[in-house]
C-alpha cells in the first residue's frame, strides 16, 4: 500500500471516530460517560498507550477526570501536566511532544483543549504513541485530530451541563409544586393558646438563623405547617421547601429518595435528583427522622458536615446549600443510649428543639381551628356558607382528639361532606366519625353507606386524585382501591337488580 493510499486510509478511519462520538455524544447521560466515550475514541484512534480526560480544569470547574493505563487518580493524574504546558493549554493552544512532569513512566504527551466560548473546561492528554516497530512521536495529524475530538467533547460537555440543568429544575419546580398543592389554604400556623404563642416565638428566633432545628410531638399536631412557617420566615424563604416522610418507605428506596441515584444503577433506572439535592438553596424537612435507618443516618451525618452528597451508584461529588428541619414523635434520647440512633446526628439535627403541645392541651384554639377547615373544605367542595351549630362546637370541645389537629380537619371535611344542611349538626359530626349508631344512622343510611358516600365525596373534592384521597382519609392507596372496587361492585350490583 503507497503512502498517499495510507494517509487517505487513516483519515477516513479519523474521520469515522469523529462521526461516530458525534452521534453517540446525543445520547450520553454523565461527564463520566462522557469522559470515558473521548478517552476510548482517542487512545483507540491514535494508538496512544495512555491517556487521560478531565471534565474540569482551572478548578473553578467541577468535573470528572478518567484514566487508561496511567497509575494514580484524581486531581494527582493532572500534575503531569507542567505549569507551562498548563499555561499554554489556557490560551487554547494544543501541546505534543513534550513530557510529563514528575514521572518516568511516560515519554510523550499529546494534549488537546477542551474549549467552550473562550475558555479551556477539560483536556484530552494521550502518552506514548504505539506502532508496529515500537514507540514513535506523535505528529500533527494526530494533533489535529486530538484538537477536533476535544472540540467536539466540550460541546458535548456544556451540552449535557445544560440538559442537567434543565432536568435538575424541572424536579424542583415539579417539587415545589408539590408542596404548594399540599400547602394550599395552609397559611400561617393557627392558635391563640399560651403554649402555640410561645411556639411561635420560638420559631420565629430560630427562623432567622440557619442552624437545625427539631420540631417534637404528637402524630398530627402540625410538625410540617410549622416548619413551613420556619422556612417561610427564614432568608431561604425564596427557595424550595422539600418534605420527606423517613417511615413512608423501605430503606432500599428511601436511599434513592434522600440521596437521588444515577442512570444504570439497576435495569431501567434513570437518573433521579434526591431531596437533598431539590432542597438545595432552600429547606429540607425530614419527617419522623427517628425512623432513618442506621446506614442512612451515617450517610446524612456526611453531608451535613462536608456540605456535599454522592448520588446512590455515583462518583461525583454534589455541593449543597441547604437548611434542615427535622420532626419527630419518638423518643430519641433513648433511642440514642441504645445504639439506635446516632449520638453526633442527633445533636447536629437538635440545636434548636420546638415542643409542639397536642391539640388537648390547647382546647381553646377548637373553635379557631374548626372554623379554619370548614372554610377551607366548604369553599373546595362548593359549600362556602357551612357552620357549625352551638351543640356541634361543644360537642368537638369534649372529644380527646388523640389524632389531634389531623383528625380534627379529617372529622370537618367528612362533616362537610355528609351533611345535608349548610348548618353542621351535632348528628352530622357523630355520622362523620362513626360514634353514631352502629346499625343504621339517624338518617336512615347504614354505615356501609356512610362511608361510601364520604370515600366518593372526598375523591370529588379532590378531583378524582386517589393518592391525595388517600391521605385525606388516613388510608393508604391499596385499602382505597380495595374500597372503591367494592362501591363499584356494590352499585352495579344495586344498578342491575
Not at 416548619?227 to 436511599?255: K, N, Q, T, W, Y
Not at 451508584?313 to 434520647?333: C, K, M, V, Y
Not at 380537619?409 to 355528609?418: G, K, R, T
Not at 393518592?467 to 367494592?486: C, N, V
Request: overall charge negative.
Amino acid at each position: 500500500m503507497g503512502t498517499m493510499e495510507f494517509e487517505s486510509g487513516w483519515r477516513e478511519v479519523q474521520l469515522e471516530a469523529l462521526l461516530d462520538l458525534s452521534l453517540d455524544l446525543v445520547g450520553i447521560r454523565s461527564e463520566e460517560e462522557l469522559a470515558r466515550e473521548l478517552l476510548h475514541r482517542a487512545v483507540g484512534t491514535l494508538d496512544a498507550r495512555a491517556g487521560f480526560v478531565s471534565t474540569g480544569w482551572t478548578g473553578t470547574d467541577r468535573g470528572v477526570i478518567t484514566t487508561f493505563g496511567l497509575s494514580g487518580e484524581g486531581e494527582s493524574i493532572l500534575q503531569i501536566v507542567s505549569l507551562p504546558v498548563r499555561e499554554q493549554l489556557e490560551q487554547g493552544e494544543t501541546v505534543r511532544g513534550v513530557p510529563a512532569a514528575g514521572t518516568a513512566e511516560i515519554g510523550e504527551l499529546l494534549l488537546a483543549p477542551m474549549r467552550w466560548q473562550g475558555r479551556t473546561i477539560g483536556v484530552v492528554a494521550l502518552a506514548d504513541k504505539e506502532g508496529r516497530g515500537g514507540a514513535r512521536p506523535f505528529d500533527e495529524a494526530d494533533a489535529r485530530f486530538l484538537t477536533t475530538l476535544a472540540t467536539l467533547g466540550a460541546a458535548g460537555l456544556m451540552n449535557l451541563r445544560t440538559f442537567l440543568e434543565m432536568e435538575r429544575e424541572r424536579q424542583r419546580l415539579e417539587e415545589e409544586n408539590r408542596s404548594l398543592r399540599e400547602a394550599a389554604g395552609e397559611e400561617g400556623f393557627i392558635g391563640t393558646a399560651p403554649s402555640i404563642r410561645r411556639v411561635l416565638e420560638l420559631a420565629r428566633r430560630a427562623a432567622v438563623t440557619d442552624v437545625g432545628v427539631m420540631i417534637r410531638g404528637e402524630s398530627g399536631v402540625g410538625k410540617e405547617r410549622l416548619a413551613r412557617l420556619i422556612h417561610g420566615l427564614s432568608p431561604r424563604a425564596s427557595g424550595p421547601f422539600v418534605p420527606l416522610d423517613c417511615a413512608a418507605m423501605p430503606e432500599s428506596l428511601l436511599e434513592a429518595e434522600l440521596f437521588g441515584i444515577e442512570e444504570g444503577v439497576a435495569t431501567g433506572v434513570h437518573r433521579r435528583l434526591g431531596k437533598l439535592e431539590l432542597a438545595s438553596g432552600g429547606t429540607l424537612f425530614l419527617d419522623e427522622i427517628g425512623d432513618l435507618p442506621l446506614a442512612l443516618q451515617a450517610k446524612l451525618l456526611r453531608v451535613v458536615q462536608e456540605h456535599e452528597l454522592e448520588r446512590v451508584g455515583g462518583r461525583e461529588r454534589i455541593p449543597l446549600d441547604l437548611r434542615i428541619l427535622s420532626a419527630t414523635n419518638r423518643p430519641l434520647e433513648e433511642m440514642v443510649e441504645s445504639g439506635t440512633f446516632r449520638r453526633d446526628l442527633y445533636y447536629r439535627l437538635r440545636v434548636v428543639v420546638i415542643e409542639l403541645p397536642p391539640l388537648r392541651e390547647r382546647r381553646e384554639d377548637i373553635p379557631l381551628l374548626a372554623r379554619h377547615f370548614l372554610a377551607l373544605h366548604g369553599a373546595r367542595m362548593g359549600r362556602p356558607d357551612a357552620r357549625l351549630r352551638p351543640e356541634a362546637m361543644a360537642w368537638l370541645l369534649q372529644r380527646r382528639f388523640p389524632g389531634n389537629i389531623r383528625e380534627l380537619e379529617n372529622l370537618i371535611q367528612a362533616a362537610v361532606a355528609l351533611a345535608e344542611e349548610e348548618e353542621i349538626s351535632r348528628e352530622d359530626l357523630e355520622l362523620a366519625s362513626g360514634d353514631g349508631p352502629s346499625e343504621r344512622t339517624t338518617r336512615g343510611m347504614t354505615l356501609r353507606e356512610v362511608e361510601r358516600r364520604h370515600i366518593l365525596a372526598v375523591l370529588e373534592s379532590v378531583g378524582g386524585k386517589r393518592g391525595e384521597a388517600a391521605r385525606i382519609l388516613g388510608i393508604d392507596r391499596t385499602t382505597l382501591y380495595r374500597k372503591l372496587r367494592h362501591i363499584a361492585t356494590h352499585d352495579a350490583t344495586c344498578i342491575t337488580s
